[in-house]
């Protein structure tokens, strides 16, 4: 028997109906490259979007076009995630930080037809346009002031465009199903792959982000997204904000600016902000050096990468904020778990082994973790295993494969090493490809890691296996001093004694000037392990 209920589909035009009838007074700030702070209201946000959706039609854009972005966080690109998505297009958001082959690649790949590019991404366009055999043209995120000289093909202003239209768009009723938006992994190995995400994706995936233990959104809060739009669609901010009409604070080109970052927060009253580590020990640095606090600051949401404790710490300490650890991934839109507030009456040392953890996961997913040989490790948080996932907003085939991209019984592996343990806290203790086996069994670079970031004067730590006669591999670990700092590598190797197990304690500590990044900011220790090829264990190291 099936239910009586209406069959409304799950669409992002909802989500922007719901916020342009319920909260047209709400804010949207934005650092932009022609304007330090702009500032409007969802009225004018959903009118511009509207005029956008006309412009594009104008240009031909037909039902499932994808059409790119090479932009920051603000308000433009605000309206493009909605006019495309909305009128049936597809938003395709490109991550500026690639290699200018790999956006080539993925430009053609995904067949762009329009371009919609911030002014300082024109000269690498204009090096890339030959190459691209899909795109009939781009459009300069800016104003006829503002707008640069170019040689672009088909180039045009992206507000004289929006002058001409008018302020109503007939929104057509899609089917949920819909694609919406399209992003590529950063593709470590091999081709950048593209996830295609559905209407009803986004929205259950907003539901998901917004519960109570998860981002718990409310109308009369300011909410700063850290993490760039062109990177899984900046964690849904954009669409969880509007579905309660709260105030959204964008950063623009400034994303890795503390001064930008604290007077945001300072001035527009942000209480929630999320982003990778990177960013807050850029924010923390800044709060530190001009004695500066962000009182209306609350939480921070971080993820991308395992969160230091320092970084936990010193929020919390020096600003009473609380800082929970997520993890997610492209593939998931990307939230897995969340690490909710621990209780607090939880002894000190308890407390801080759960919040390192990336928390439990969120109504929604799933997640289960497999041995070598295709068995459940038992929950005790100890145990590794392949962790796999399944739900309504993970990918089941990347854009254009032949294949699905699950496993025989429906999971998508994620490519991580986890442990589970007897409350549901996942502990992500490496990629798959990073982990280090020692006499086969395997070590955690992500928890020595962690216990290195712990010591003073180091700026950031990576640990990668190396291959030793008789262990199969050996833990290295590599770091970068903070500034003015003078490490002893020795010491550092002493300090792990009594903390983590004696087999897993490094065999070598050595100093670089700066670790490898990749283009969403993480350490590459692919790149890492390259630049090491002919590191030799030292001669004493014991056998
Ligand atoms: P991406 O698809 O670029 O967002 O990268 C997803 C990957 O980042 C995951 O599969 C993890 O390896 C890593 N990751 C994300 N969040 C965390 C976290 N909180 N702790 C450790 N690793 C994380």
């Known amino acids: 028997m099936l239910g009586m209920m209406m069959q409304s589909q799950l669409t992002l035009t909802e989500v922007m109906r719901h916020a342009n009838a319920n909260f047209p007074n709400s804010e949207i700030i934005s650092v932009t490259a022609d304007n330090p702070r702009h500032r409007y209201r969802y009225r004018e946000a959903f009118a511009r979007t509207a005029q956008l959706a006309n412009a594009l039609q104008k240009l031909g854009a037909e039902p499932g076009d994808r059409i790119a972005t090479l932009a920051w966080n603000d308000y433009r690109h605000f309206e493009l995630y909605y006019a495309t998505s909305c009128s049936g297009l597809v938003c395709h958001t490109i991550n500026p930080r690639l290699f200018p082959e790999q956006i080539a690649y993925i430009i053609n790949h995904a067949e762009d037809r329009w371009l919609f590019i911030d002014p300082m991404f024109v000269p690498l366009l204009e090096a890339l346009a030959d190459q691209l055999t899909t795109v009939k043209g781009y459009v300069v995120l800016t104003d006829s002031d503002h707008m640069p000289v170019t040689d672009l093909p088909n180039a045009h202003c992206y507000e004289e465009l929006l002058a001409l239209e008018p302020e109503n768009f007939d929104w057509p009723l899609l089917d949920e199903g819909t694609a919406a938006a399209l992003c590529y992994?950063?593709?470590?190995?091999?081709?950048?792959?593209?996830?295609?995400?559905?209407?009803?994706?986004?929205?259950?995936?907003?539901?998901?982000?917004?519960?109570?233990?998860?981002?718990?959104?409310?109308?009369?809060?300011?909410?700063?997204?850290?993490?760039?739009?062109?990177?899984?669609?900046?964690?849904?901010?954009?669409?969880?904000?509007?579905?309660?009409?709260?105030?959204?604070?964008?950063?623009?080109?400034?994303?890795?600016?503390?001064?930008?970052?604290?007077?945001?927060?300072?001035?527009?009253?942000?209480?929630?902000?999320?982003?990778?580590?990177?960013?807050?020990?850029?924010?923390?640095?800044?709060?530190?050096?001009?004695?500066q606090t962000v009182p209306s600051l609350n939480r921070v949401v971080v993820g991308g990468s395992a969160c230091p404790w320092s970084v936990m710490e010193e929020f919390e300490q020096k600003h009473g904020v609380y800082t929970h650890h997520a993890w997610g991934m492209t593939e998931m839109s990307p939230l897995g778990t969340y690490n909710a507030r621990v209780p607090a009456d939880l002894p000190a040392e308890e407390a801080r082994?759960?919040?390192?953890?990336?928390?439990?996961?969120?109504?929604?997913?799933?997640?289960?973790?497999?041995?070598?040989?295709?068995q459940p490790p038992p929950h005790d948080?100890?145990?590794?295993?392949?962790?796999?996932?399944?739900?309504?907003?993970?990918?089941?085939?990347?854009?254009?494969?032949?294949?699905?991209?699950?496993?025989?019984?429906?999971?998508?592996?994620?490519?991580?090493?986890?442990?589970?343990?007897?409350?549901?806290?996942?502990?992500?203790?490496?990629?798959?490809?990073?982990?280090?086996?020692?006499?086969?069994?395997?070590?955690?670079?992500?928890?020595?890691?962690?216990?290195?970031?712990?010591?003073?004067?180091?700026?950031?730590?990576?640990?990668?296996?190396?291959?030793?006669?008789?262990?199969?591999?050996?833990?290295?670990?590599?770091?970068?001093?903070?500034?003015?700092?003078?490490?002893?590598?020795?010491?550092?190797?002493?300090?792990?004694?009594?903390?983590?197990?004696?087999?897993?304690?490094?065999?070598?500590?050595?100093?670089?000037?700066?670790?490898?990044?990749?283009?969403?900011?993480?350490?590459?220790?692919?790149?890492?392990?390259?630049?090491?090829?002919?590191?030799?264990?030292?001669?004493?190291?014991?056998?």
């Open 381 to 543: 948080g100890q145990a590794f295993g392949a962790l796999q996932v399944r739900g309504p907003w993970i990918c089941e085939r990347y854009f254009k494969a032949e294949e699905s991209a699950l496993t025989s019984d429906g999971w998508f592996d994620t490519g991580d090493v986890a442990t589970i343990d007897p409350q549901g806290y996942l502990g992500i203790t490496d990629r798959t490809k990073d982990v280090i086996k020692s006499g086969g069994e395997w070590i955690s670079s992500i928890e020595l890691e962690n216990f290195a970031m712990t010591q003073e004067g180091i700026a950031e730590a990576a640990v990668i296996g190396v291959s030793h006669e008789r262990w199969a591999e050996r833990p290295l670990l590599v770091v970068v001093a903070a500034p003015g700092a003078a490490l002893d590598t020795r010491a550092i190797i002493r300090a792990f004694e009594g903390h983590v197990a004696k087999w897993w304690i490094p065999d070598d500590c050595i100093l670089v000037e700066e670790l490898p990044h990749t283009a969403t900011g993480k350490i590459s220790k692919k790149d890492l392990r390259q630049q090491l090829a002919e590191y030799r264990w030292p001669e004493e190291t014991p056998a």
């Open 185 to 291: 992994t950063s593709g470590t190995t091999g081709n950048p792959k593209g996830v295609l995400y559905s209407h009803r994706a986004m929205v259950l995936h907003t539901y998901g982000v917004l519960m109570p233990d998860v981002f718990a959104l409310q109308q009369d809060e300011a909410v700063l997204p850290v993490v760039p739009m062109f990177h899984v669609n900046a964690w849904a901010v954009p669409y969880a904000v509007p579905a309660v009409g709260a105030k959204l604070v964008f950063p623009g080109p400034k994303m890795g600016c503390g001064e930008t970052l604290s007077n945001l927060i300072r001035e527009e009253g942000v209480t929630i902000a999320a982003g990778v580590p990177t960013v807050w020990l850029a924010l923390l640095k800044h709060l530190r050096e001009h004695d």
């Open 353 to 374: 082994a759960r919040r390192l953890k990336q928390g439990r996961a969120a109504f929604g997913v799933e997640m289960r973790i497999v041995d070598e040989q295709g």
